[in-house]
């Protein structure tokens, strides 16, 4: 086999690997998105459940005990 034929042959197989993994890879990129929005709305979450705590205390402070 002749250098120029193994080198087109390299080219072929890593070709081929890239077309396998393209699949995986936009898998991948999906469920990362996913992820980044579900840690949105737990922040958003959690920023509104601090909000309502302060206020809670300040309502609570006009009571005694």
Excluded: C, D, N, V
Aim: net charge negative; hydrophobic share 35%; glycine share 2%.
């Amino acid at each position: 086999m002749s250098k120029e034929s193994s080198e087109i042959t390299a080219i072929r197989e890593i070709e081929a690997a890239g077309r396998h993994r393209r699949p995986q890879s936009q898998t991948i990129a999906s469920a990362t998105e996913e992820q980044t929005a579900s840690m949105q709305e737990i922040a958003a979450s959690s920023q509104s459940l601090a909000q309502m705590a302060t206020e809670l205390t300040q309502a609570s402070s006009k009571f005694k005990i």
